[in-house]
C-alpha cells in the first residue's frame, strides 16, 4: 500500500513539474543550451536558489537542489550573464554562444571593514550543504537538520522534527503529538538535550529528559544529533544528544514573518470537550496559606468541574523573527518569537488485562472508551547579541523562554468485563469519568558567553549558564459516575440510575529545576613535521536544585449516595483531609553537584584524524522527602565518580569518502522523582518509587562508512554496539496483591545496529531515505502462574529474554523533494516507519504489551509569490495511522472470552486514533 502511495505521489510531483517546464524544451540544431553549476567558491558547496540571468533577453534560470540550472533554445550570439546570490558578490561574465556550454561559477561572500578588521561573512549555517559539511568533517558520528529542511518539512515542533533524523523514533503524548525521542532503540532516559551547546533542566516532574514538544520548530537554525559523545561533551547519554542551534544574529537586516491556521479532521466527526479554566485554582489552600490551615469547602470552587462539548477552534500559528547589525556590524542583535494555538485530541479504546492464574493466560478485566480534547498553546521568545570586540574576541549573550500550556479535558466510559464477561462493551458495571487537566511547563534560560584568541595558537571559550523549569499542574480532578439500581421497599429493582462516585480527589502538582553551571575550555593548536596537533583541556561546574510540591484533597459526597443530575452544580460534597498532603513523599527537594574535567586531543597525519582523551565526572546527588520520618527511603544521598575515556578515529582514503570509528564510555543517571518512596495513581497502573536506584554505564563503538558524491548527495553506512550495565526500565511489579510500575535495574544489556543513510539530489527532484535494524538483548525475572499436579495454585520465576523497552527492530524514513526554483513552488512528502515495540513491561512471563509497527505519511508544500510571500500547507497523519499496542497471545488462550474483538495472534489492549491535521497560512521574508 505504502509503496503504491508513493509511486503516485511521485507520479503527482512530475505532473506539476511538467505543468511549469518550459514548453519550449526540445533542443535544435539552432538552438543552444547552457548548462551550469553555480557553488561557494571558499566550501565548494553548491547553492540552491542563485539566479542567472542573460543581460537584455527574457533568458533566466534558478538553480535546483543540487546547485545546477539549464537555459534552453537560446539562439547564438554574444551575452552577458549575471549571477546572483543572497550574502555573496554578485557575477558577471561575458558569453560568446556558437554552441552549447557547460560551465562553473564559484561566488565569493561578501565583505565588509570595521576599521582596520575586516569583516567576511559567513557562509550560510542553515543550509542544507552546510549541514552536510557538518557531518562530513565532524571527529564524531552525528547527524544534521539544517534550518531550511525544518522550515519546509511538515513539523512544527522539534519533537516532530527528529524523527527525520537517522535511528530516532518518537514516543508520542496522549494526543498523538511527538513528544521524546529515542535514539538507536534506546529510551528517552539515555538521551539529553543543548541548546546553543548548553544542557537545559526539564520541566517535567518526573525525569531529567526535556519534552521536545514543548519548543517551536521555527526558532532553530538547525538541529544537530550526536551519537558518539567526545571528552568534551558532558557524558550521561548512552543513545545520543539533541542540540538546539538556535537562530544566530544576521550578517544583514533580517525581517521574517509567518502566520497560519488549520484543524484536526478529529473534530469534524465528534465535538471539542473542554472546561473553563479561569476558574482552576492554580494554588492549593495548603500552599497559599501555610502546613497548619486547614481548608473547608469554601476554599474551593466546582465550576472548572463542569464540563461542555462545543466545536473545536481553528488552529492559530504565529511567527516573527527580526534581526540585524550595528556599530558598524560589530554588533549583531536578533529577536525570534513563536506562538502557537492548536486543538488536537485523540478517540482511544482501552482494555486492562490480567492473568489466569491457572494458566499464566492474559484476560480482559475491563474495557475503556476514551475521548480526549487537548488545547496546547505553545510559545517561545529568544534573543541573542553577540558583539565583536576584535578579530580575537567575541561576546554572546543569548536567552530564551519557552512555554507550553496543555488544557486537556477527557471522557472515559468503563465497563467491567469479570461481570458479564464474554459479551462485550457495556454488558458488565459500567462508569463515566470526566477529568480535567491543565499543565503549564516552562524553560528559561540565559546564557553569557566568550571566545577569545589569547595568542597564537591558544584560544579560550567560557559560559556562564542561569537555567530554571517549571511544571504547574493545578486542581487536577475527575469526576467519577457509576451505574446503579433504584429498588423499593421490598428490594425489586425499580429503574437503573448513575450515581455520583462517592469519592472526588483534586490534586495539585508544582516543581522547579534550577541550574546554575559555568564552562571553561582552552586549546592549543600547532604544526610539527607535518603533524597538525590540538590538545583541549576544560571543566564544568553545575549546581542543580529540584523541589516538588504535591496536594491531594479528598472530598466523599454528601450524602454519600447521590443519584446524578446532570449537573454537577446539583450535588454537594464533604472535604475529608483539610490539611491536604503535606507528609505525601513527593513533597521533596533534592540537589546535584557535578564537577567535570577534561582533557583531548587531536592529531591530523596524512590522511588520518585521530581525538582521544578522558573525561571524569563528580556526581553528589541527595534528597530530603517529607515522607513520614520511618518511611525507608525518605532521605538519602549518594557519590561516586565516573571515568570515561573515549576514543575516535577518521581515515579519508579518498577526497570524497570517509571511514570513521570510535569507542566512548557513557552514564544514564536515574531520574529525581524515581529514587522517592512514593505511591501514587497515575495513568494505567500504580506507581511507585525506588529509593535503591543505580546510575546506568556502558561501553559504546560505533563504525561508519560516508561517501560523499556532491556537497548534497551522500551515502552512509553504519554500525554500531553497546554493553549495558543495570539499565532502568519502569516495570510492572507485584506487592502482595496489588501491582505497582516501578523502575528498576535490570542486569546487563546489549544493544546493536545498522544503520544506512542515503540523500540524493536530481536538479528539480531529492529523495532522502534512511534505514536502521536494531536488536537489542536483556533477561530478566518474570513471574509464571500455573496449577500443579495437584491441581493447586501456585507460581514461579522464569528468565525471560526481551528487547528493551521502546526499542523497535525496524525504522525508516523517506521523504520524496520537488523544488521548482522558477515557479517557486516546493513539495515535500515524508513517509516514517516504526517498527513494534515494547511500551510496558510486565511482571509476567510472556505478557509483555507491545506497541504494533505503523507507518505515518506527511505532506509539505510551499508556493512562493514575487520575492518576499509564500503561501504554505502542511498535512500530518495522511494515513489516518492509528497507535495499536498488544500481548502476544499463547497457544492456549481461549479466543470465545472476547468474541467481539478480532484477535488474529495478539490480543488488543490499546488503540488510539488521532486523524488527519492540517494547516495552510503565509509566511513574509524581508
Known amino acids: 500500500m505504502i509503496g503504491k502511495i508513493f509511486g503516485v505521489s511521485f507520479l503527482f510531483l512530475i505532473y506539476i513539474s511538467s505543468l511549469f517546464s518550459n514548453p519550449l524544451n526540445n533542443e535544435s540544431s539552432e538552438l543552444l543550451t547552457i548548462r551550469g553549476l553555480i557553488y561557494d567558491k571558499s566550501t565548494s558547496e553548491p547553492l540552491t536558489g542563485a539566479t542567472i540571468v542573460l543581460v537584455g533577453t527574457s533568458y533566466y534560470a534558478v538553480t535546483g537542489l543540487d546547485g545546477t540550472f539549464v537555459i534552453r533554445n537560446v539562439s547564438s550570439g554574444e551575452f552577458e550573464m549575471n549571477v546572483s546570490f543572497i550574502s555573496y558578490e554578485p557575477f ?225 500559528t504565529y511567527g516573527l523573527a527580526i534581526g540585524d547589525r550595528f556599530l558598524g556590524g560589530k554588533m549583531g542583535v536578533i529577536l525570534a518569537a513563536s506562538y502557537h494555538n492548536t486543538y488536537r485530541g485523540a478517540n482511544s479504546l482501552f482494555f486492562e488485562t490480567d492473568v489466569d492464574r491457572n494458566t499464566n493466560n492474559p484476560f480482559y478485566d475491563e474495557v475503556q472508551i476514551r475521548s480526549i480534547s487537548a488545547q496546547q498553546q505553545r510559545s517561545g521568545v529568544h534573543s541573542k547579541i553577540d558583539y565583536r570586540i576584535n578579530s580575537r574576541n567575541k561576546i554572546d549573550l543569548y536567552n530564551a523562554l519557552i512555554t507550553l500550556t496543555d488544557i486537556q479535558a477527557r471522557h472515559r466510559m468503563d465497563t467491567n468485563l469479570r461481570i458479564g464477561r464474554g459479551q462485550g462493551p457495556g454488558t458488565g458495571r459500567i462508569s463515566e469519568r470526566e477529568r480535567g ?205 565516573d571515568i570515561l575515556p573515549s576514543i575516535h578515529l577518521k581515515y579519508q582514503p579518498w577526497r570524497n569518502t570517509n571511514v570513521r570509528t570510535s569507542y566512548f564510555r557513557s552514564l544514564s543517571r536515574p531520574n529525581f522523582y524515581e529514587v522517592i518512596p512514593y505511591e501514587i495513581n497515575e495513568g494505567d497502573y500504580r506507581e511507585r518509587g525506588n529509593p535503591f536506584l543505580q546510575r546506568t554505564t556502558a561501553d559504546n563503538f560505533d563504525l561508519r562508512f560516508e561517501y560523499f558524491p556532491s556537497q548534497l548527495d551522500q551515502v552512509l553506512v553504519g554500525a554500531f554496539y553497546k554493553v549495558i550495565d543495570d539499565p532502568i526500565e519502569s516495570a510492572l511489579q507485584i506487592s502482595g496483591q496489588a501491582i505497582f510500575l516501578q523502575p528498576n535495574n535490570f542486569g546487563t544489556a546489549n544493544n546493536m545496529g545498522l544503520e544506512v543513510d542515503v540523500t540524493k539530489y536530481f536538479r528539480s527532484f531529492g529523495i532522502k531515505a534512511f534505514y536502521n535494524f536494531t536488536d537489542s538483548r536483556i533477561t530478566t525475572t518474570k513471574i509464571f502462574r500455573f496449577r500443579d499436579d495437584s491441581g493447586q495454585l501456585t507460581s514461579r520465576e522464569e528468565l525471560q529474554t526481551r528487547p528493551l523497552q521502546g526499542q523497535s527492530r525496524h525504522i525508516s524514513n523517506v521523504s520524496l523533494l520537488y523544488k521548482d526554483q522558477k515557479n517557486k513552488i516546493d513539495i515535500q512528502l515524508a513517509m516514517v516507519y516504526t517498527g513494534r515495540r515494547i511500551i510496558s513491561v510486565s511482571p509476567y512471563l510472556d505478557n509483555d504489551i507491545w506497541q504494533r509497527g505503523f507507518t505515518q505519511l506527511d505532506l509539505s508544500v510551499e508556493k512562493g509569490f514575487g520575492t518576499k510571500f509564500k503561501v504554505f500547507v502542511k498535512v500530518n497523519n495522511l494515513l489516518n495511522t492509528p497507535m495499536r499496542a498488544d500481548i502476544l497471545l499463547p497457544n492456549t488462550f481461549n479466543p470465545e472470552q472476547v468474541p467481539y474483538v478480532d484477535l488474529g495472534e495478539n490480543l488488543l489492549v490499546r488503540e488510539d486514533f488521532y486523524k488527519i491535521n492540517g494547516s495552510i497560512g503565509l509566511k513574509y521574508n524581508l
Open 92 to 316: 558577471m561574465q561575458q558569453l560568446n554562444l556558437s554552441d552549447n556550454v557547460n560551465i562553473e561559477i564559484g561566488l565569493t561572500t561578501v565583505s565588509f571593514t570595521l576599521g582596520t578588521v575586516e569583516v567576511v561573512t559567513t557562509r550560510l549555517a542553515n543550509t542544507e550543504a552546510s549541514a552536510r559539511a557538518t557531518e562530513r568533517n565532524a571527529m564524531n558520528v552525528m547527524n544534521v537538520i539544517s534550518s531550511r529542511e525544518i522550515e519546509f518539512s511538515p513539523d512544527v515542533t522539534v519533537a516532530n522534527v527528529v524523527q527525520r533524523v537517522s535511528g530516532v523514533s518518537l514516543e508520542r503524548s496522549s494526543s498523538g503529538d511527538g513528544q521524546h525521542a529515542i535514539v538507536r532503540g534506546m529510551d528517552k532516559r539515555y538521551n539529553y538535550t543543548l541548546v546553543n551547546g548548553i544542557k537545559i533542566p526539564s520541566p517535567d516532574p518526573k525525569n531529567r529528559y526535556v519534552p521536545l514538544d514543548i519548543f517551536p520548530s521555527e526558532l532553530l537554525d538547525r538541529l544537530e544529533v550526536t551519537k558518539a559523545l567526545t571528552p568534551n561533551m558532558e557524558g550521561d547519554a548512552i543513545g545520543g544528544v539533541m542540540d538546539m542551534k538556535m537562530k544566530d544574529a544576521p550578517d544583514r537586516f533580517l525581517l521574517s514573518f509567518n502566520a497560519g491556521t488549520g484543524y484536526s479532521q478529529l473534530f469534524l466527526d465528534r465535538d471539542f470537550l473542554q472546561f473553563d479554566r479561569s476558574f482552576t485554582a492554580i494554588e492549593s489552600p495548603r500552599r497559599i496559606n501555610g502546613t497548619e490551615y486547614r481548608a473547608s469547602i469554601d476554599d474551593f470552587d466546582i465550576d472548572n468541574l463542569d464540563f461542555e462539548r462545543v466545536k473545536a477552534p481553528l488552529n492559530q
Open 437 to 641: 487537566r491543565m499543565r503549564t511547563q516552562q524553560i528559561f534560560n540565559s546564557t553569557l558567553q566568550g571566545n577569545h584568541e589569547v595568542m597564537e595558537g591558544l584560544g579560550a571559550n567560557w559560559s556562564a549558564v542561569y537555567s530554571k523549569a517549571t511544571n504547574e499542574e493545578p486542581d487536577l480532578a475527575e469526576v467519577i459516575r457509576r451505574s446503579g439500581t433504584s429498588r423499593n421497599s421490598q428490594g425489586e429493582i425499580v429503574k437503573e440510575i448513575d450515581l455520583l462516585d462517592r469519592d472526588l480527589n483534586r490534586r495539585w502538582v508544582n516543581n522547579s529545576d534550577q541550574d546554575m553551571a559555568g564552562y571553561l575550555n582552552l586549546t592549543y593548536a600547532h604544526s610539527l613535521a607535518n603533524i597538525d596537533a590540538e590538545y583541549s583541556a576544560g571543566g564544568m561546574y553545575r549546581h542543580k536544585e529540584r523541589t516538588n510540591f504535591f496536594d491531594n484533597y479528598l472530598f466523599r459526597a454528601s450524602p454519600i449516595y447521590q443519584e446524578w443530575q446532570g449537573d454537577i452544580f446539583d450535588h454537594s460534597w464533604n472535604l475529608f483531609n483539610t490539611q491536604g498532603t503535606p507528609t505525601d513523599p513527593l513533597n521533596y527537594e533534592s540537589y546535584e553537584n557535578v564537577l567535570a574535567y577534561y582533557a583531548q586531543a587531536k592529531l591530523d597525519i596524512a590522511d588520518f584524524q585521530l581525538l582521544g582523551g578522558v573525561r571524569v565526572e563528580n556526581t553528589d546527588f541527595g534528597w530530603t522527602s517529607n515522607a513520614p520520618p520511618q518511611t525507608e527511603g525518605r532521605i538519602g544521598s549518594v557519590k561516586y565518580r
